[in-house]
């Protein structure tokens, strides 16, 4: 998991917490789910199983995990997006700010059109073929319920496809910034439908190895979805 990885020394708990809040609210762990065994996940993170301990119990005590002991035990994810309610999008964006929510859908643009263009210029190995496949597929196959979570894990794939660990957990922090917009959006089907042919588009573009036309799906892609966002604040 990209976003699980090493913390800096001098904000080893703050970082922890943020680490361990972006895979819980990107669904990289689903609900239900229980994170990585301590032992792995403070390798993973470069801390102390003390601080992993603190920051797991600082989720606890939030809400968003679940923490059970015994042979079955582990720290289990809690948190599950609100189904979107009439007013909420609207709250989300003053929260951000209408200048910050422009800059944050400028920031996802720029780095997920790089990665695509990166990953249609890079020799694919028949498993990264399947494994993006997959990805789209379960995408496609995804209950309402799990929509978001699969769609990002969609989006985050083609990052960490790449093999730049810097690109992944860059393009984890943009998505993260419009994750509540994204998930104060009704899901109407119509738009579930042709956001499925444009992330065709994107796999057909990566995989023929055209990087041009991968930018150019992507671009589409995420200018509908600005579109939406536009739409439902007017």
Do not use: W
């Not at 948190?79 to 944050?104: H, K």
């Not at 780095?111 to 190995?125: H, R």
């Not at 957990?169 to 499925?196: F, G, K, W």
């Amino acid at each position: 998991m990209t976003v699980l990885r090493p913390v800096r020394a001098g904000n080893a708990f703050e970082e922890t917490v943020e680490r361990l809040l972006q895979a819980i609210k990107l669904g990289v762990v689903a609900p239900g789910e229980k994170l990585p065994p301590e032992r792995e996940l403070a390798v993973q993170l470069g801390i102390s199983r003390v601080t992993l301990r603190e920051a797991i119990r600082a989720l606890q005590e939030s809400g968003y995990l679940d923490v059970r002991r015994g042979r079955y035990g582990g720290a289990f994810v809690t948190y599950t997006p609100p189904p979107p309610a009439a007013g909420d999008l609207r709250q989300a964006v003053a929260e951000m700010g209408v200048d910050d929510l422009a800059d944050a859908l400028t920031f996802r643009m720029a780095v997920e059109c790089g990665a695509a263009q990166v990953l249609a210029t890079s020799p694919l190995t028949q498993e990264q073929r399947d494994l993006l496949r997959r990805r789209l597929a379960d995408l496609n196959a995804a209950a309402p319920g799990d929509y978001r979570r699969l769609d990002t894990a969609f989006h985050l794939s083609i990052a960490e496809l790449t093999g730049s660990t810097l690109l992944a957990s860059t393009c984890a922090d943009a998505r993260l910034r419009v994750t509540d917009l994204l998930n104060a959006i009704p899901m109407l089907q119509v738009n579930i439908e042709h956001a499925a042919t444009q992330h065709e588009a994107i796999v057909a573009a990566i995989l023929a190895g055209d990087p041009e036309a991968a930018r150019r799906a992507v671009t589409e892609h995420l200018e509908g979805t600005a579109a939406l966002l536009r739409g439902f604040l007017t």
